[in-house]
């Protein structure tokens, strides 16, 4: 449940929890909102969904800050969190919250999503072409860097079953990839990149 | 190189130059100005979707959970209060959890949880009609032991919000289970109560559906949604400043124009408004123009 509707915080008075409370949460902010902001953007399509899943997803940490473990580990348990999130999200339910209004509206001016040309676009169009699942999996090693003990306590699963999925996702991946160079592609040909058709 | 990494959208240090520190800053005030509630489980892994036959438990929740919901509280009858609040059917290695009364305390559905020796925590929320008897949320912890839960979908038989017709209505518990669950399922709303979660106010089965309400007027929205006995009980706007704003519906003129809408309760909606046609995302604030450095050294490049 993600009790962020709009306008709901609005109505909330000042402040609530000890200043402990609140000094640990910023830790935890501070340390982690860079990784959040990039591993959210880099799976969505819309900034300001973007900024309202990191908002959901800080939300979280705030509530359940007991569960939040320290260190390198709570960008962890912030990524599993981020991951729900998004999972609502892209169940369509959108939770377009006044938390992060502006955070969405900077978002809005500075990011735009990438469109890629010739190998690249083969690359992401077999990328996309994968399940969830394996798209997941990929993207925490290759996008956030993780090594396989991180994915697992990501996905909270073991690290031998991220070892064995990841090396079926690898091998789907590349039948993918393979496929997509095997298309033809004549459009390449006559379209020059960023010139005229 | 991994040739995914290739196709990373953007690095974290791109991203965190995005934003400025104001607008962190920002966000961490709102959130931590939010009230804290208890939340005893930890959110260690996400299940939904999984596709698995639809069995009794599905059948029942669509049957009990889908249909008219607005006057009462949903359409599934609400029992005395002395009924059992869950019902538990085992077949084969798993166990079919069926909600009898979706308003029960929920202290008395951990209880009869407790009863058949599960640690599960569930949880019904006021949903917009659409969400109404499906999955809003199942996390569960407990390393090997906290895997195995399963939802039951009915492909097609719902919508959530964005058109996804997946519709996860029940979960199922493998005989044995261990682990520690919490599970949220979207309920009908009592009059006048609101909701929790909600789909796009235009999604099948909510009250605007059908409607072409972008960019027009507030008062020819508030027109044909009165045609469909639709109360607008609150409007929220957007200042030049960034920051969300509710407004009564004496402080928004005719004259604005409709963005957006949000299911706000049962027959209620929320607009989202503004002077201009089109609405007008406000910059950057010019007082927060230096960008943060990503605050990780330890974070990897992607």
């Known amino acids: ?197 | 190189m991994n040739p995914i990494s290739r196709i990373s959208p953007v690095s974290d240090a791109d991203a965190a130059r995005m934003v400025s520190d104001a607008a962190l800053a920002d966000l961490a005030e709102r959130i931590t100005s939010s009230p804290v509630r208890a939340a005893p489980a930890r959110p260690r892994r996400w299940l939904f979707g999984i596709p698995l036959a639809a069995g009794l438990a599905a059948a029942v929740l669509i049957a009990t959970s889908i249909g008219h919901p607005g006057a009462k509280v949903g359409p599934l009858g609400v029992g005395p209060a002395s009924a059992q609040a869950l019902v538990f059917e085992k077949h084969g290695r798993y166990i079919d959890v069926l909600v009898r009364n979706p308003v029960a305390d929920p202290r008395r559905y951990r209880a009869e949880f407790k009863a058949h020796g599960l640690d599960i925590t569930l949880s019904l929320v006021p949903a917009s009609p659409s969400l109404v008897g499906t999955l809003v949320e199942m996390s569960n912890s407990g390393g090997a032991d906290g895997r195995g839960l399963k939802t039951i979908t009915a492909v097609g038989k719902c919508w959530t919000g964005g058109g996804g017709s997946i519709c996860p209505v029940g979960v199922r518990v493998p005989v044995g289970f261990r682990g520690q669950a919490d599970i949220t399922f979207g309920r009908a709303a009592r009059p006048g109560e609101r909701y929790e979660t909600t789909a796009p106010a235009d999604a099948r089965g909510e009250v605007m559906y059908g409607l072409h309400f972008h960019h027009r007027t507030v008062a020819a929205v508030l027109a044909v949604l009165r045609k469909r006995h639709v109360t607008v009980p609150v409007f929220h706007y957007t200042t030049a400043k960034g920051i969300g704003e509710l407004l009564p519906p004496s402080r928004v003129p005719a004259t604005w124009h409709v963005y957006d809408a949000d299911p706000w309760a049962p027959h209620q909606v929320m607009l989202w408004v503004g002077p201009g046609r089109v609405e007008v995302m406000p910059a950057a604030s010019p007082d927060s123009p230096v960008p943060s450095p990503s605050p990780t050294s330890s974070w990897p490049a992607s």
């Open chain 1, 1 to 197: 449940m993600w009790p962020v509707s709009k306008g709901a915080t609005l109505r909330y008075p000042q402040p609530a929890g000890p200043d402990e409370r609140r000094h640990r949460f910023e830790e935890v902010y501070a340390a982690n909102h860079g990784p959040i902001l990039g591993y959210v953007l880099r799976r969505t399509q819309s900034p300001h969904d973007a900024a309202d899943v990191i908002a959901e997803t800080f939300l979280t940490a705030w509530r359940r800050l007991d569960d939040v473990p320290s260190g390198d580990e709570a960008r962890l348990w912030l990524y599993g969190a981020a991951r729900r999130v998004l999972a609502n999200h892209h169940r369509g339910e959108r939770r377009r919250s006044v938390l992060s209004d502006r955070l969405g509206a900077e978002l809005t001016g500075a990011y735009l999503m990438p469109e890629y040309t010739g190998e690249l676009a083969e690359i992401a169009a077999a990328f996309r072409g994968l399940p969830e699942a394996d798209r997941e999996l990929l993207a925490l090693i290759a996008w956030e860097g993780l090594d396989h003990g991180q994915v697992a306590a990501v996905l909270g699963c073991s690290r031998n079953a991220v070892r064995i999925r990841l090396h079926r996702a690898r091998r789907r991946f590349a039948d993918m990839l393979a496929r997509h160079q095997a298309l033809p592609q004549p459009t390449r040909a006559h379209i020059t990149n960023g010139g005229p058709a």
